[in-house]
């Protein structure tokens, strides 16, 4: 699977947009996109995935460049629930043979 | 909905004890894997089974054995505990159907200390 990179930790308004950007260069074309995250001490959570369109559930969106190289989790009215770490993976869609497998992800810290 | 349950939820060893953390799923999922999470570390995949019967290694797999006798349960076993064994262990587990999103369901975690 293709490694990503993301910022180790970003800050937050209550209330504004939190954009977190991650980058997955080597990605190859049947591969996914999916991000997780995980409030303290508790397990990870999943949170949206997609492929080359963008996505939006009742969480977030995720939007995709064209050339798939690096993607944008939105959340859009962070509120202090949303502090987490946020995890970006990439891997072939239910492939069963190739687990997810997790890198230390962006610490989000939603601020009153 | 049970979802992803993992016993015990907490749990104190000496070194060289051994011991079992359960994990059972009430989803009918194929997929079932451990992960253990050190602090400020992201998760790392111990090992997981793609169903029934079968079981494969996963970056960490050096201390723990695991076996997969029904769908339900995927029990990890330390045979041997060390301190470099503390950590919390998560089970996720993950529907292989068609129609699935590819979402891993995670248990609450067991927190395990080995002194």
């Known amino acids: 699977d293709a490694k990503t990179t993301q910022p180790t930790s970003m800050d937050c308004a209550e209330g504004r947009a939190a954009n977190l950007p991650c980058n997955h260069s080597t990605i190859s074309g049947n591969e996914y996109v999916y991000w997780y995250r995980q409030i303290h001490s508790q397990g990870p959570q999943y949170i949206i995935h997609g492929l080359k369109n963008n996505e939006t559930n009742e969480m977030a969106s995720l939007i995709i460049t064209e050339d798939r190289k690096s993607s944008t989790l939105i959340l859009p009215h962070a509120t202090l629930r949303d502090t987490a770490v946020y995890y970006c993976i990439v891997k072939l869609y239910r492939s069963g043979n190739t687990p997810l497998v997790f890198g230390k992800g962006t610490r989000l810290s939603v601020i009153a | 909905n049970a979802g992803v349950t993992q016993t015990p939820k907490f749990q104190v060893l000496k070194t060289g004890q051994s011991m079992t953390l359960q994990c059972a799923q009430d989803?009918?999922?194929?997929?079932m894997s451990w992960y253990r999470q050190d602090p400020g570390m992201g998760l790392r995949l111990i090992h997981y089974?793609?169903?029934?019967?079968?079981?494969d290694q996963g970056e960490v797999p050096n201390g723990y054995n695991v076996s997969r006798s029904t769908t339900e349960d995927f029990p990890l076993r330390l045979l041997s505990a060390a301190p470099s064994q503390t950590s919390v262990y998560f089970c996720a587990s993950r529907d292989e159907g068609t129609l699935n999103t590819g979402e891993l369901f995670f248990g609450e975690g067991s927190r395990l200390t080995v002194l």
């Open positions: 089974s793609v169903g029934a019967g079968i079981t």
């Open positions: 989803m009918n999922h194929e997929y």
